[in-house]
C-alpha cells in the first residue's frame, strides 16, 4: 500500500505541475478573448476535446475521463473570466447603477401586502421598515399590480418556508413580471388558533394553505375539518365577524387583539423552526452597499450535465449556494427552470463575472436582484 500511494503522489505531483501549465495557457487564451471579443464557453471545442480524450483511455474509464475534463473546462471559465470584461445588458445596468453611488434603504414607504391587518406580510413588513404606510391586496397578483403600476413603491411576498418548501405562486409571479429583490427577511412563525368560544367547541379550522401545511400534525390530531382562505389574517377576521363559536383561524397571536378573539391553543406548527422568508420588491434596480444575496433565474437544456456544469462555476468561484429550486416551464413536458440564491454582492468582481457568463451561456436568464437578507 505505502508503495502505491508513493506511486500515486509522484503521479499527482507531474498532474499539478501540467495543470499549472494548462491554466497558464487557459490565461493566454481568455487575454486573446478579451482583445477578439469573443465568448469564454465554445461548446464545440469541448466536445472536440471530450471526443479525443475519450479514444485515449480505455473505454471503462472514459466516463471518468469526461467528468474530470468538464471540471476542469468549468475551473478554466472561472479562471478566464478574471481576464476579460465583457459586458452584457446586465452587467451594463449593474455598474451604471453602481456608479450613482449607495443609498440609505428607506425607513419609510408605501408598501403593498397581501391579507388584511395581522397578516404575516404586514408584520414583515413592519420589520423591513420602521414606518411602512400598508395597503392590502387580496392575493399576491394584486400585490405585484400594485407596485407594477407605482400604487406601491414596494410589494412584500413570502417565498420560502423551512416546513413547507418554496410558495411556487410568488416564484411564477417573478418569472412573469418584472422585479427586483431589494430586501428579504426571515420570520419565524408561530401559529396559534384563535376563536370566540373555547377548545373544546371547535369543529371547523380555516386558514391559508402553507399554514395548513405548517400545523398538519396538530390538525390530524384535533380532527377538524379544515378550509383554505387566501391569507391567515383574513381568516381571523372572518372568525370575528360571525357568531359561531365552532369555527376558529390559525394565525399569528397578534391577530387575537386586533379582532377581539381568543388564543385558544398556540405555538400549535409541526415543528419550533419554522420561519418563512418575505422578501421586498420593486419596480426599479435598487442596490445597497449591504447587500449579502443575490438571486437568479435560468433556464438549461434538457442534457445530462447542464445543470451540474451550472453549479460546478459557484464552487470554482467560491460562492456559496443557498438556494436552489426548480419549477416546470408551462406548455413543455418535463422541463424546467431553476432558482438560484447566493451569496455575494453585485459589487464584488467575481459575482459580475459569474452573472456576464450566465446571461450569455443559459438559455434564458433573469436578474432578480442584490439585497439584504436578514
Known sequence: ?????????????????????????????????????????????????????????????????????????????AYQSKFTAMD?????????????????????????????????SSIAANRLFSNPNITFFKNFEGVCTAVEKGLCRYGILPIDNSLNGSVGEVYDLLLSKKFYIVRSVRLPIRQSLLGKGSLSDVKTVYSHPQ?????????????????????????????????????????????ASLYDLKVLDSNIQNDDTNFTRFICISKALELYEDSNRISIIIGLPHRSGSLQNVLARFSAMNLNLTKLSSRPVLGTEFEYIFYLDFESNVKHGEALSLLSELERECESFAFLGSYFEG
Open 1 to 77: 500500500m505505502e508503495k502505491l500511494r508513493n506511486k500515486l503522489n509522484e503521479i499527482d505531483d507531474q498532474i499539478v505541475k501540467l495543470y499549472a501549465e494548462r491554466m497558464q495557457t487557459v490565461k493566454e487564451i481568455g487575454q486573446f478573448k478579451e482583445k477578439a471579443h469573443l465568448p469564454i464557453t465554445s461548446k464545440s471545442r469541448e466536445d472536440e476535446v471530450l471526443k479525443r480524450l475519450e479514444k485515449e483511455v480505455p473505454e471503462e474509464i472514459s466516463v471518468f475521463v469526461k467528468m474530470l475534463y468538464q471540471t476542469i473546462f468549468q475551473t478554466s471559465k
Open 88 to 120: 452584457t445588458s446586465l452587467t451594463k445596468m449593474l455598474k451604471e447603477t453602481l456608479l450613482e453611488g449607495f443609498k440609505k434603504f428607506p425607513s419609510s414607504a408605501s408598501v403593498a401586502c397581501q391579507g388584511v391587518e395581522g397578516a404575516y
Open 211 to 255: 399554514a395548513i401545511g405548517q400545523c398538519s400534525n396538530y390538525l390530524s390530531k384535533m380532527g377538524y375539518t379544515v378550509h383554505e382562505t387566501e391569507n391567515t389574517a383574513v381568516s381571523a377576521k372572518m372568525v370575528a365577524d360571525s357568531d359561531d363559536k365552532t369555527i376558529a383561524a390559525i394565525c399569528s397571536a397578534e391577530c
